[in-house]
């Protein structure tokens, strides 16, 4: 199972780029195989574009920095 420290620490680094945006996450749960589940909120949870974002963004950047996690899901 992913450090949940180091995710957070993680999401805490990608947060000030949502946040630029009007968006935001919170951290849902992280599952024993590796799946970190965040709910978007603000500007995001709207958003046409969020799954990109959840995908090419948040997930490529927490997967660089916490080689555990296999993947980011919205819930």
């Known amino acids: 199972m992913p450090d949940r420290e180091k995710i ?6 990608i947060r000030p780029s949502l946040q630029a945006d009007g968006g935001d996450l919170e951290l849902r749960e992280i599952t024993e195989d590796g799946v970190v589940k965040v ?3 603000g500007a995001c949870a709207g ?3 969020s799954q990109m974002t ?7 950047m ?7 996690v296999k993947s980011v899901e919205s819930v």
């Open 54 to 60: 959840l995908k090419s963004g948040v997930e490529r």
């Open 39 to 41: 709910r978007l909120t």
């Open 8 to 13: 957070k620490e993680a999401l805490e680094s």
């Open 47 to 49: 958003c046409p574009m």
């Open 62 to 68: 927490l997967k660089k920095q916490v080689p555990d």
